[in-house]
């Protein structure tokens, strides 16, 4: 089996630990043994990070042009290859992996255009003979800690933003996908990155992860993961000073009204609440229905669930894949058992664990009718499966119950109707609104982020990211 090792300083470096990497679909199946760094070895590639800056902040940008181009040629070329690597580590399907895998490309790619549109801004002083430059300038070293629920997307959505704009890198990725991650450090390691610009350290968030939040010599940390975490990542970036950028959860409502298309809405749903088996922060987990759509919406979904098969992500047909490990299937189960019980909704469809082939985390996805906003399974973002209808009267009724949450990461709206469609785009305290399409799947080359518990700091994704990965300098000078 192979044994893959963290890049440090342009090196590969076998850790004092190993991780097996199992396939949730078949946990007989190992993938590969993959290093499990410690803080030693977190310090280590810092300091390789902070070598290796001050030379890659003055690179040719026609350089690290060419580099991000071939990584993402590498990576369209491969996506078959990588998209399946993914489905075997996080238990998205096939057509998912792929498709993730394509974005990840399309990322890369991006940014290697936005390496020669770099400017800076020259405005008039008020003060005679003087003159005023606006630049971006790098931050420094950045830190990374990615989730295990977009094992390719995430870490490329931060890796390739950070060395356009002149940044050396440490990531520690999820330990239960360090696959991809993997993948992208000897892709990029192979594509001309000088050694030390990236440098990978495998392991787990309580030792590796510390550690990079503990070092001085870390100017900006961005993560992507639990609120819980992310507050803590927050907190340790807060004693050092330093610039923070904070993915985190979502508890995103998909509102039907009763003029919306019902195959449109049928759906939008599906694919937002169940599609990648619900490990979404973008996932469509409540469902906010009129009254005069509700009970054809309900037996249409359930319908359409009762159509999909899940089973093993790599398997010809299956449209969801299983959980990603044993302890994300006790939460949604426990979830389960509180919408049943102490939430007292009514399991309309799914909930139960499922037997396959081979040994692996299946649930039938789960719908949950009868609910109100007040309930723990509507208030509580549970990252699987796991979806709820809201029985509503009208429109205000339902734009209220949708923003009534601590979360606001993406919001939609199903509806025929222009009037309701431009006024929730206007009022839904969200970061990303969508009529008529899923809350989840965004393209690559525009911002990404939330509002209130679900983000903090500045977007990811598109122009907008040159917030997080450069400090802008004013230089006056007499001319
Ligand atoms: N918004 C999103 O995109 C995501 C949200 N979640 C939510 O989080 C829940 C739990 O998932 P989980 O993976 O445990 O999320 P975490 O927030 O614990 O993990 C995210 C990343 O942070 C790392 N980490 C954990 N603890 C620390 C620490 N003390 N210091 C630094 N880094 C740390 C993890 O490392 P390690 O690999 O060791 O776990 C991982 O790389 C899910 O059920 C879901 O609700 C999860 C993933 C993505
Ligand atoms: O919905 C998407 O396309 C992205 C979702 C995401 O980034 C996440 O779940 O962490």
């Known amino acids: ?43 280590a590639a810092i300091a390789a990070a902070k070598a290796a800056a001050p030379s890659w902040a003055r690179t040719n940008v026609m ?4 580099i991000l181009k071939a990584a993402a040629a590498e990576i369209f070329a491969r996506a078959k290859e990588l998209g399946d690597l993914l489905a075997r580590e996080e238990g998205k399907t096939l057509a998912e992996g792929i498709g993730e895998a394509g974005r990840a490309g399309q990322i890369f790619d991006f940014f290697a255009g936005e390496c020669l549109r770099l400017a800076g801004e020259k405005v008039p002083s008020i003060r005679p003979g003087v003159e005023i430059e606006i630049t971006r300038e790098p931050m420094g070293v950045v830190g990374m800690i990615t989730p295990w629920n977009f094992p390719i997307a995430i870490p490329a959505w931060k890796i390739a933003p950070a060395l356009c704009y002149g940044n050396t890198i440490v990531i520690k990725p999820a330990e239960l996908v360090p696959g991809c991650a993997w993948a992208l450090a000897d892709i990029l390691k192979r594509a001309g990155l000088p050694d030390g610009v990236l440098n990978l350290v495998m392991g787990k968030g309580s030792v590796v992860g510390e550690a990079i939040l503990s070092s001085p010599d870390v100017d ?9 975490t992310g507050k803590h990542v927050a907190m340790k970036c807060a004693e050092h000073m330093r610039k923070v950028q904070l993915e985190m959860g979502g508890k995103n409502p998909l509102v039907i009204l009763d003029d919306a298309d019902l195959d449109i809405a049928v759906d939008c749903a599906v694919n937002g609440a169940f599609f990648s088996t619900g490990q979404r922060c973008t996932a469509s987990s409540r469902l906010i229905v009129t009254e005069g759509i509700h009970d054809r919406f309900v037996e249409a979904t359930i319908a359409k669930l009762q159509s999909l098969s899940v089973d093993d992500a ?27 019980g102490e939430d007292g909704a009514r399991l309309a469809w799914g909930g139960e664990r499922l037997n396959r082939a081979t040994p692996g985390f299946y649930l039938q996805p789960a719908l949950f009718t009868e609910t109100s906003n007040d309930m723990r399974i509507n208030r509580e973002e549970i990252f699987g499966p796991v979806a709820t209808v809201l029985r509503v009267k009208d429109y205000d009724e339902a734009l209220a119950v949708a923003n009534d949450t601590r979360f606001g990461l993406s919001s939609g709206i199903c509806t025929t109707s222009l009037k309701y469609a431009s006024h929730f785009k206007r009022n839904a305290e969200a970061g990303m609104v969508m009529v008529n399409l899923p809350t989840a799947g965004v393209d690559p080359h525009v911002p990404f982020g939330g509002r209130k518990g679900s983000s903090y700091g500045p977007r990811e994704q598109g122009r907008y990211a040159a917030e997080f990965y450069t400090t802008v300098k004013t230089a006056y000078q007499l001319a």
């Open 220 to 228: 900006a940390v961005t993560f992507t993961g639990s609120v819980a």
């Open 314 to 340: 790599r398997k010809d047909g299956t449209h969801i894949g299983p959980v990603v490990d044993a302890k994300q299937l006790d939460t949604d189960m426990n979830y389960i058992e509180i919408g049943r």
């Open 63 to 66: 350089v690290r042009h060419n």
């Open 1 to 43: 089996m192979d044994t893959f090792s963290n890049l440090i300083g342009g090196e590969w470096t076998e850790g004092p630990g190993i991780t097996e990497n199992i396939n949730p679909s078949n946990t007989n199946d190992v993938i590969g043994r993959y290093a499990q760094g410690d803080a030693a070895q977190a310090n």
